[in-house]
């Protein structure tokens, strides 16, 4: 008995160390874009680096698989980030604005490209809006309430993923 026990023990152990985290997200969400991320907590799109390239004081690129615990911007991670330093003020709207503003709780989630984003901190570069979603519980999303999800990629983008050049 003790065997038995000992061997689902080790089993239970060794599958819980190698199982993948998984990321939170709205169902359907097929993109291969990156998610930008500018003085480590504004998120943006690529048009940021295009417009004011001559401010840009530094740029990182993580591919890999990262650690939820070590990184807060896991989450938005499936795809790759791209974090940039800007010597540059951005306009931004917080999550907690973006929610009072279409009636929802201020610390209600928020979604991001259809990742929930899991820190409150984060904030959205204006410019990089595309567009707001409403989007309601059913039995497919699984949501408790109702919680919007901010496009920072344009339908073409969400449809076809992102162009090779942007996804270097």
């Excluded at 690529?46 to 989450?75: A, G, P």
């Excluded at 931004?92 to 709780?105: M, R, S, V, W, Y």
Aim: hydrophobic share 35%.
């Amino acid at each position: 008995m003790n065997k038995i026990i000992t061997v689902i023990y080790f089993l239970f152990t060794f599958t819980s160390i190698y199982s993948q985290e998984n990321y939170v997200k709205l169902p359907n969400i097929k993109t291969n874009c990156p998610t930008y991320i500018i003085n480590n907590d504004i998120i943006s799109d690529d048009k940021i680096i295009i417009n004011k390239r001559k401010l840009v004081t530094e740029i990182s690129v993580l591919k890999r698989k990262i650690n939820r615990k070590k990184y807060k911007f896991f989450n938005l991670s499936e795809n790759g980030i791209i974090l940039i330093d800007l010597n540059d003020k951005i306009p931004f709207k917080t999550q907690a604005e973006l929610n009072i503003f279409l009636g929802l709780p201020k610390n209600n989630e928020v979604y991001i490209n259809g990742y929930l984003l899991e820190h409150s901190e984060y904030k959205i570069a204006t410019i990089s809006i595309k567009e707001i979603e409403l989007i309601e519980p059913n039995t497919i999303n699984k949501l408790k309430t109702k919680v919007i999800n901010v496009w920072t990629l344009t339908p073409k983008e969400r449809a076809n993923g992102c162009s090779k050049q942007n996804v270097k």
